[in-house]
């Protein structure tokens, strides 16, 4: 079992959807969680990052921590064309010190 | 505010030459990652600092790979001898942690090629 995992898509959303990216993590310890996204050919940038379990929004974004079922996801709401990027899941496990653990990285495509 | 730099933004050298990878984390900043992305494995941590002492090197794939880190503003990888499978893109990325967990900042990255 990965550490981390996501399916690698793509997802394809119409322009004004919803975008829902999931992910999973294997240490039950884990407290920290981030999102990032990735244009081709970038360097990942942070969406957004949660601690707690439950909702944290900011603008279009929300993520949502679920620590029973191990499991956090990212929902973009009024999805844009320019969202179109791969979003990367990070975790850092309960193993002492700041190790952070991606994910493969899910393909989002929002077709206009 | 200047993000963290990397050096140089691509490479392209032949197989068995020495290759130097640069990094300035962004200042104020106590830890320092080194990753390597590619499309086969991802992004994965090579090694990383906090407080400019190695912390977990345990990414790193064999001996001929190494990191260094003098001083709080700057580090380094390096490769050698360099081989083909070591093509990939290298990202730095450098944060400030604490007593909570925070995000990490990724430069640019440098994209070798190994021939």
């Known amino acids: 079992q990965k550490e981390v995992e996501q399916n690698s898509g793509p997802l394809s959303v119409p322009e004004g959807a919803i975008a829902s990216l999931n992910c999973t993590y294997s240490?039950?310890?884990?407290?920290?969680f981030f999102w990032y996204r990735q244009y081709s050919g970038k360097s990942p940038e942070l969406i957004m990052f949660?601690?707690?379990?439950g909702d944290k929004e900011d603008g279009r974004f929300t993520a949502q921590l679920n620590k029973a079922s191990q499991y956090v996801s990212l929902l973009i709401r009024d999805s844009q064309p320019s969202d179109s990027a791969t979003y990367l899941c990070?975790?850092?496990?309960?193993?002492?010190?700041?190790?952070?653990?991606f994910g493969a990285g899910t393909r989002l495509f929002v077709k206009a | 505010d200047a993000g963290v730099i990397q050096s140089p933004r691509h490479e392209v050298t032949e197989m068995g030459q020495e290759v130097t990878l640069r990094c300035k984390p962004i200042?104020?900043?106590?830890?320092l990652f080194w990753y390597r992305q590619t499309m086969m494995r991802g992004l994965e941590l090579l090694i990383y600092f906090n407080n400019n002492v190695p912390i977990d090197d345990s990414g790193m794939p064999e001996d001929r790979f190494s990191a260094k880190m003098p001083n709080a503003s700057f580090s380094t990888l390096k490769i050698q001898p360099s081989e083909p499978r070591d093509s990939a893109v290298y990202f730095c990325a450098s944060s400030l942690q604490g007593t909570s967990n925070q995000p990490q900042h990724f430069g640019d990255g440098t994209r070798l090629s190994i021939l």
């Open positions: 200042s104020g900043h106590n830890s």
């Open positions: 990070a975790v850092i496990p309960n193993t002492g010190g700041f190790k952070t653990i």
């Open positions: 240490d039950r310890g884990s407290q920290s």
């Open positions: 949660i601690y707690s379990n």
